[in-house]
């Protein structure tokens, strides 16, 4: 009886091994049969792999390392490539041969001197002493005997410890490769004796490329459409394209089509998120709200559908705020969501997400998410659609006011207190042409010490603090620019100038001039200049200014009031105060 | 060689080299060099090692790692203290015993400190300061023959931290990176060197009183990819805040930086940052973003606020 379960038993663990050699087991998910067996393979990590191939042909091998990055970048994937190029018969050598013995049997996991542990389920101070007891040992048939212990982060503080000990001194035909997606839980004392890796998640046109890869070997049909909604749904991660690309292949019937791909993630495509806000931009919430209904009939849950929604918005506040658009962080990045972006306001995105997030938060509580969808749409139609008339309002304002400010500037002309300056370029030109960039680089790392003159900083202090140091040339003259207009003029009334100078000199022990520019115009005549300084022309010129800067005459005496003096003012009045 | 070496300070890696070169020049046999964790083996035994004669050879070499029993904080097994003066105060001649005090603050009131410091061979090594890092790596890659540019180095020291042990480690990965290429710019550093989360943290303070909403996105992502959770650093930006709004309030009272060291529990480095932005920011700027932050705490942890999003919108608000 009891041999004949043991005989069983034999049996069982052989037609196991066989299973896992791949002889019993027909299918192989993609992303086992794709993980890449050579550092060729990795995609998106060159600046990893090219520092291992070099190492490894140099036969410089750390004795431990720490991979981190997100899931699905290739840590495993590395670590393992790394255990058959260290002892791959070819060795020392930059890729792993796959072919002999030694590389095989890692390709089939079953070599007796690679461990692969799985740090979340061995994570006790007794299975990390056992691998500390058999470290010593020499490694069966191969060079190296190569730890893997992937997710290392779930290791309990007694098993860091033990390991610690392992770390510090390594026999040393021993290589640990530690991997983790979250390195902040991994104590400073272990990072510090490892050669840390850090992982970099995969670009969308990197995973795009892979995938093309594997379709075109599998022979897969699929639209080019729903690669790209795959990709970007992996978020980085190489492992989350495939496995979602194996559940897409098995979903649909002949041609993968974009929408299956969205039915299995449960997401709504930017299309249709598209038409709904063009509908409300119009005003229309009847068709909005029944593309909304189609979308839930078909399926959709709602809670989701509201939450593809504020991502669509916050897509869009992103598009707005940013110069440069990563689609890896902006998923929803089409032509007609440009379209539409332009067309909101950014004050009006805030208020709207936070409708929709309250809605959301609403949503959960009630049996009847459907309703507030609804009434959301409704309260954005309100924001969307009136808004925008009421910016024409607001533009017509504007337009009023900028006539009246042009009347009234045409009036101060006439007024005697102002004046009229034209800058000269050519003092412009002289300083740049002379700039010394290290005086530059000295005035600009000291010019907060201004704030060190006086705790309360009379106005004149202030001004240039305000001030941008931009050039500073060989004869001390410093060239400030300034955002407000009004500001940049106030230093060319003389009493402010020479009083700037002075504090400037007393402070510095220099002899500094300074003229100043509206940053409008420094930046128009930077750009003129850096144009021509690439074109090799020695001495560029600039054009003239044309605009000219208005000068008060007659500078009514402000003096900077702190608001605690003007409350004792008000207080004891002005007489009995003594400002000191 | 003395008999009784005492190693101090936060740099371990000058340490174990200098430990390793005087094994070396020892010569001494396997078995007459034995390392303790004072944490774990306690000094009875320690000493009765120390008084047995070496074996094999002319010396034996006993180094004690870990001694927290010569800190203020309390150590995990007791030690017979006594007999651990007795034994420094004479100690014997055929062992050399190694105290290796790396990260350990000495409590200076202890007897047994006093007494250490008086009969030991101490020797201090501190962590390198920006200049020596910089003479280091710029050594490094004269030798590799590569052209490393000024902005690059300074990325580098600041993103090992003037931690020598990381130093040398990333300019090993760097030496390999750079292999066939002869000049190193701040692409590849930015690439190759991790950089510590409290860095981007804290660049992420100085975007937000920029009003970088373009950069503040990318190191936003760029800490989430590593599994953190918002809610952690808006608490550690919330604590930036916090600090800065106290050096705001400092230099009205015309505190310098230095004054400031004793005050402040930070690293010298952004104490020095801190200190800059400070001056530059309005303290209705810092009140202002402390608010956002607060609020955003708020809503996350009642549940109206996705956190992933919340932070997003804290951002595109600022």
């Given at each position: 009886?009891?041999?004949?379960?043991?005989?069983?038993?034999?049996?069982?663990?052989?037609?196991?091994?066989?299973?896992?050699?791949?002889?019993?087991?027909?299918?192989?998910?993609?992303?086992?049969?794709?993980?890449?067996?050579?550092?060729?393979?990795?995609?998106?990590?060159?600046?990893?792999?090219?520092?291992?191939?070099?190492?490894?042909?140099?036969?410089?091998?750390?004795h431990a390392y720490l991979f981190t990055g997100p899931r699905g970048t290739g840590k495993t994937s590395v670590a393992k490539i790394i255990a058959k190029t260290?002892?791959?018969?070819?060795?020392?050598?930059?890729?792993?041969?796959?072919?002999?013995?030694?590389?095989?049997?890692?390709?089939?996991?079953?070599?007796?001197?690679?461990?692969?542990?799985?740090?979340?389920?061995?994570?006790?101070?007794?299975?990390?002493?056992?691998?500390?007891?058999?470290?010593?040992?020499?490694?069966?048939?191969?060079?190296?005997?190569?730890?893997?212990?992937?997710?290392?982060?779930?290791?309990?503080t007694g098993a860091f410890n033990a390991l610690l000990k392992t770390l510090e001194e390594p026999p040393s035909h021993v290589i640990f490769i530690l991997a983790?997606?979250?390195?902040?839980?991994?104590?400073?004392?272990?990072?510090?004796?490892?050669?840390?890796?850090?992982?970099?998640?995969?670009?969308?046109?990197?995973?795009?490329?892979?995938?093309?890869?594997?379709?075109?070997?599998?022979?897969?049909?699929?639209?080019?459409?729903?690669?790209?909604?795959?990709?970007?749904?992996?978020?980085?991660?190489?492992?989350?394209?495939?496995?979602?690309?194996?559940?897409?292949?098995?979903?649909?019937?002949?041609?993968?089509?974009?929408?299956?791909?969205?039915?299995?993630?449960?997401?709504?495509?930017?299309?249709?998120?598209?038409?709904?806000?063009?509908?409300?931009?119009?005003?229309?919430?009847?068709?909005?709200?029944?593309?909304?209904?189609?979308?839930?009939?078909?399926?959709?849950?709602?809670?989701?559908?509201?939450?593809?929604?504020?991502?669509?918005?916050?897509?869009?506040?992103?598009?707005?705020?940013?110069?440069?658009?990563?689609?890896?962080?902006?998923?929803?990045?089409?032509?007609?969501?440009?379209?539409?972006?332009?067309?909101?306001?950014?004050?009006?995105?805030?208020?709207?997400?936070?409708?929709?997030?309250?809605?959301?938060?609403?949503?959960?509580?009630?049996?009847?998410?459907?309703?507030?969808?609804?009434?959301?749409?409704?309260?954005?139609?309100?924001?969307?659609?009136?808004?925008?008339?009421?910016?024409?309002?607001?533009?017509?304002?504007?337009?009023?006011?900028?006539?009246?400010?042009?009347?009234?500037?045409?009036?101060?002309?006439?007024?005697?207190?102002?004046?009229?300056?034209?800058?000269?370029?050519?003092?412009?030109?002289?300083?740049?042409?002379?700039?010394?960039?290290?005086?530059?680089?000295?005035?600009?790392?000291?010019?907060?010490?201004?704030?060190?003159?006086?705790?309360?900083?009379?106005?004149?202090?202030?001004?240039?603090?305000?001030?941008?140091?931009?050039?500073?040339?060989?004869?001390?003259?410093?060239?400030?620019?300034?955002?407000?207009?009004?500001?940049?003029?106030?230093?060319?009334?003389?009493?402010?100038y020479d009083k700037a100078i002075s504090i400037l000199n007393s402070l510095f022990h220099e002899n500094y001039q300074i003229v100043s520019l509206p940053l409008?115009?420094?930046?128009?005549?930077?750009?003129?200049?850096?144009?021509?300084?690439?074109?090799?022309?020695?001495?560029?010129?600039?054009?003239?200014?044309?605009?000219?800067?208005?000068?008060?005459?007659?500078?009514?005496?402000?003096?900077?009031?702190?608001?605690?003096?003007?409350?004792?003012?008000?207080?004891?009045?002005?007489?009995?105060?003594?400002?000191? | 060689?003395?008999?009784?070496?005492?190693?101090?300070?936060?740099?371990?890696?000058?340490?174990?080299?200098?430990?390793?070169?005087?094994?070396?020049?020892?010569?001494?046999?396997?078995?007459?060099?034995?390392?303790?964790?004072?944490?774990?083996?306690?000094?009875?035994?320690?000493?009765?090692?120390?008084?047995?004669?070496?074996?094999?050879?002319?010396?034996?070499?006993?180094?004690?790692?870990?001694?927290?029993?010569?800190?203020?904080?309390?150590?995990?097994?007791?030690?017979?203290?006594?007999?651990?003066?007795?034994?420094?105060?004479?100690?014997?001649?055929?062992?050399?015993?190694?105290?290796?005090?790396?990260?350990?603050?000495?409590?200076?009131?202890?007897?047994?400190?006093?007494?250490?410091?008086?009969?030991?061979?101490?020797?201090?090594?501190?962590?390198?300061?920006?200049?020596?890092?910089?003479?280091?790596?710029?050594?490094?890659?004269?030798?590799?023959?590569?052209?490393?540019?000024?902005?690059?180095?300074?990325?580098?020291?600041?993103?090992?931290?003037?931690?020598?042990?990381?130093?040398?480690?990333?300019?090993?990965?760097?030496?390999?990176?750079?292999?066939?290429?002869?000049?190193?710019?701040?692409?590849?550093?930015?690439?190759?060197?991790?950089?510590?989360?409290?860095?981007?943290?804290?660049?992420?303070?100085?975007?937000?009183?920029?009003?970088?909403?373009?950069?503040?996105?990318?190191?936003?992502?760029?800490?989430?990819?590593?599994?953190?959770?918002?809610?952690?650093?808006?608490?550690?930006?919330?604590?930036?805040?916090?600090?800065?709004?106290?050096?705001?309030?400092?230099?009205?009272?015309?505190?310098?930086?230095?004054?400031?060291?004793?005050?402040?529990?930070?690293?010298?480095?952004?104490?020095?940052?801190?200190?800059?932005?400070?001056?530059?920011?309005?303290?209705?700027?810092?009140?202002?973003?402390?608010?956002?932050?607060?609020?955003?705490?708020?809503?996350?942890?009642?549940?109206?606020?996705?956190?992933?999003?919340?932070?997003?919108?804290?951002?595109?608000?600022?």
């Amino acid at each position: 009886m009891f041999v004949q379960n043991y005989y069983n038993l034999c049996y069982n663990i052989k037609e196991i091994v066989l299973m896992k050699e791949g002889d019993i087991l027909s299918y192989k998910t993609l992303y086992r049969t794709y993980r890449p067996k050579m550092f060729s393979d990795v995609v998106g990590q060159e600046h990893i792999t090219r520092t291992f191939k070099n190492a490894l042909l140099k036969d410089k091998i750390s004795h431990a390392y720490l991979f981190t990055g997100p899931r699905g970048t290739g840590k495993t994937s590395v670590a393992k490539i790394i255990a058959k190029t260290v002892n791959c018969v070819k060795s020392p050598t930059d890729e792993p041969c796959n072919v002999c013995e030694s590389c095989s049997s890692i390709n089939s996991g079953f070599d007796n001197d690679v461990y692969e542990i799985d740090a979340a389920s061995n994570n006790g101070v007794d299975e990390i002493r056992e691998i500390r007891d058999k470290v010593k040992y020499a490694p069966t048939t191969s060079r190296f005997k190569v730890y893997i212990i992937d997710e290392v982060h779930m290791l309990s503080t007694g098993a860091f410890n033990a390991l610690l000990k392992t770390l510090e001194e390594p026999p040393s035909h021993v290589i640990f490769i530690l991997a983790t997606t979250e390195p902040h839980k991994i104590p400073a004392t272990i990072i510090s004796r490892c050669q840390r890796f850090d992982f970099k998640s995969i670009s969308i046109k990197d995973i795009v490329a892979r995938m093309k890869y594997i379709i075109s070997v599998e022979n897969i049909k699929i639209e080019e459409k729903a690669i790209y909604t795959i990709a970007k749904n992996a978020q980085g991660g190489m492992r989350d394209a495939l496995s979602l690309l194996d559940q897409v292949i098995s979903y649909s019937e002949n041609i993968v089509i974009e929408e299956d791909v969205h039915e299995i993630t449960g997401t709504v495509s930017e299309e249709k998120l598209a038409n709904i806000v063009q509908y409300l931009i119009l005003g229309n919430v009847n068709e909005a709200i029944c593309s909304v209904d189609d979308l839930i009939s078909r399926g959709k849950e709602p809670l989701r559908l509201i939450e593809n929604l504020i991502f669509y918005f916050r897509d869009i506040f992103l598009i707005n705020k940013m110069e440069k658009i990563d689609e890896q962080l902006v998923t929803n990045n089409s032509d007609e969501t440009k379209e539409i972006a332009a067309k909101i306001s950014e004050n009006n995105l805030f208020e709207l997400i936070l409708i929709l997030n309250n809605t959301q938060y609403e949503m959960r509580k009630t049996n009847q998410p459907r309703v507030f969808i609804e009434l959301a749409l409704f309260e954005l139609v309100n924001k969307l659609f009136i808004k925008d008339i009421k910016i024409e309002k607001k533009e017509v304002k504007e337009n009023t006011l900028k006539k009246v400010i042009k009347e009234s500037e045409t009036k101060t002309e006439i007024n005697d207190s102002t004046e009229k300056k034209y800058i000269d370029v050519s003092v412009i030109e002289k300083i740049l042409n002379n700039a010394n960039k290290e005086k530059k680089e000295n005035l600009k790392s000291n010019w907060s010490s201004i704030y060190g003159i006086n705790i309360n900083l009379t106005n004149i202090e202030q001004l240039l603090i305000d001030g941008q140091v931009e050039a500073v040339s060989n004869d001390n003259k410093i060239l400030l620019s300034y955002e407000v207009d009004a500001e940049c003029s106030r230093l060319y009334e003389k009493d402010v100038y020479d009083k700037a100078i002075s504090i400037l000199n007393s402070l510095f022990h220099e002899n500094y001039q300074i003229v100043s520019l509206p940053l409008k115009i420094w930046n128009e005549k930077k750009g003129e200049f850096i144009e021509q300084f690439k074109n090799n022309i020695k001495q560029p010129k600039l054009s003239p200014i044309t605009e000219p800067i208005i000068i008060k005459k007659n500078n009514n005496k402000f003096e900077y009031e702190p608001e605690i003096v003007k409350e004792a003012i008000g207080i004891f009045g002005e007489e009995i105060i003594n400002i000191k | 060689m003395k008999n009784l070496y005492l190693f101090t300070g936060e740099n371990k890696f000058e340490i174990d080299k200098k430990i390793n070169r005087m094994i070396d020049e020892a010569n001494v046999t396997d078995l007459s060099l034995v390392k303790y964790d004072a944490e774990e083996i306690t000094v009875d035994e320690i000493l009765n090692d120390c008084e047995t004669l070496p074996f094999l050879s002319d010396q034996k070499i006993v180094i004690v790692n870990n001694p927290l029993f010569l800190a203020s904080e309390k150590s995990k097994i007791q030690h017979n203290i006594d007999r651990f003066i007795e034994y420094i105060n004479n100690p014997n001649q055929s062992t050399v015993l190694i105290i290796n005090a790396y990260h350990v603050k000495l409590d200076k009131k202890k007897k047994i400190n006093k007494l250490l410091l008086a009969k030991c061979e101490s020797i201090n090594y501190d962590n390198i300061t920006e200049l020596e890092a910089k003479a280091i790596i710029e050594n490094r890659m004269k030798q590799l023959n590569i052209n490393i540019k000024f902005d690059a180095v300074n990325e580098l020291i600041n993103r090992t931290e003037c931690d020598s042990l990381k130093l040398y480690s990333e300019l090993e990965k760097l030496s390999f990176y750079s292999e066939d290429k002869n000049e190193i710019n701040i692409e590849d550093i930015k690439l190759l060197i991790c950089e510590p989360v409290e860095n981007n943290i804290f660049s992420l303070t100085n975007y937000f009183i920029e009003r970088k909403i373009d950069k503040s996105i990318h190191v936003y992502h760029k800490l989430l990819r590593n599994n953190n959770e918002p809610i952690v650093f808006s608490s550690i930006l919330g604590k930036n805040f916090h600090n800065l709004y106290l050096i705001k309030q400092y230099q009205k009272k015309f505190f310098t930086e230095f004054q400031l060291k004793n005050i402040f529990k930070i690293h010298p480095y952004q104490l020095k940052k801190l200190f800059q932005i400070a001056q530059r920011t309005k303290e209705e700027d810092i009140i202002k973003n402390i608010h956002a932050i607060s609020e955003y705490d708020i809503n996350v942890k009642s549940g109206r606020v996705d956190k992933y999003l919340g932070f997003e919108l804290l951002i595109l608000n600022m």
